[in-house]
């Protein structure tokens, strides 16, 4: 198994040096385990391009049957860890920054109050790094905008919340705000890699403006502070900035037509959920009653769950008041 995780994560990161910092080991022994797989298949794996290594079609033969095979040697391991365990689950999840911050206790609190016998191991981090970690294993699921582009992870969508331009309190305008203003700040992009970058993309394309970038921050509780100095101008999602929105000491424009994304929770497909996952995904789905925030963002219908919202629309101020 460890020579899978091995060649697995020589996919995944291409170099032997960021694939043995995600396993923990050095870059000799990763060499040496896909050594030892090309001596006993009598293939090459990989190759270098430049400073990039990449694999061969064997090697992407290989990786393919390699995640199936790490996938059920997971599964197995995991239902055995709760057999041993007895009741006690362990429930390994990921998360970024503000979300950790935002998201996770409340969730934490309604589902430890129901199920206090499981143990609850939280990571935080990029996008592309939890992705990696889940995929190989490390993390059970993970909180994140959906869909990550990945066929082998599974979404399941929670809510869906709008994106607005956000600006410092006093403006240079008059009390409202226009598209012209937010030009004239220097741009602070909410940076998360594999779809929060895109949708501000799409936003600035739509809107026919291109921003003058200043700075690129994946923590947006540290870009409300920048915007609130006059710093500068940015895009996040609506319900992390509504509170200061109400208060005056944040000001923000939304779009008379904007896209909604999903956000939920990430799993490896197929594979097996451990008894943590099953429960939290329950609590989850109940989160217009410990969220907060539930307020400021669109409730999923049964039916809708089967949908992407990047595919929607939704006027401003028809599903909220701020």
Known sequence: MSHLRAIT??????????????LHLSPPAVFGQIRQLEDEFGMKFYERLGRRLHLTDAGELLVKHAKAMLAKHDA???????????????????????????IVPHLLQAFLSSYPDTEVRLTTGDDHTLISDLRTGLLDAILMTLPPDDPDL???????????????????????VTLREVLDY?????????????????????????????????????????????????????????DEARAGTLRILRLENTRLYEYGLVYRRPG???????????????????????????????????KLAAEATVRRGEKHEI
């Open 76 to 102: 197995a391991a995991a239902s055995l860890r709760e057999l041993h365990g007895g009741k006690r689950a362990v429930l390994r999840i990921g998360t970024g920054p503000h979300s950790a911050i935002g």
């Open 272 to 306: 097996y959920r451990p008894k943590g996952l099953t429960a939290l995904v329950s609590v989850a789905q109940r989160w217009g009653k410990w969220w907060p925030m539930a307020k400021y963002v669109v409730r999923l219908e049964p039916a809708g769950r089967r």
């Open 154 to 176: 599974e979404g399941e969508p929670w809510w869906r919340y709008e994106m607005a331009f956000v600006l410092p309190p006093s403006g240079r305008s008059g009390p409202g």
């Open 9 to 22: 994560a020589l996919a995944e990161f291409a170099s032997f040096f960021r694939a043995a910092q995600h």
């Open 186 to 242: 220097p741009f602070i992009l909410y940076h998360r890699r594999v779809v929060v970058d895109a949708a501000i993309q799409r936003i600035c394309l739509q809107e026919g403006i291109e921003p003058h970038i200043v700075m690129a921050i994946d923590h947006p509780d540290s870009i409300k502070q920048l915007v609130k100095l006059g710093l500068g101008a940015s895009i996040l999602p609506l319900w992390i900035v509504a």
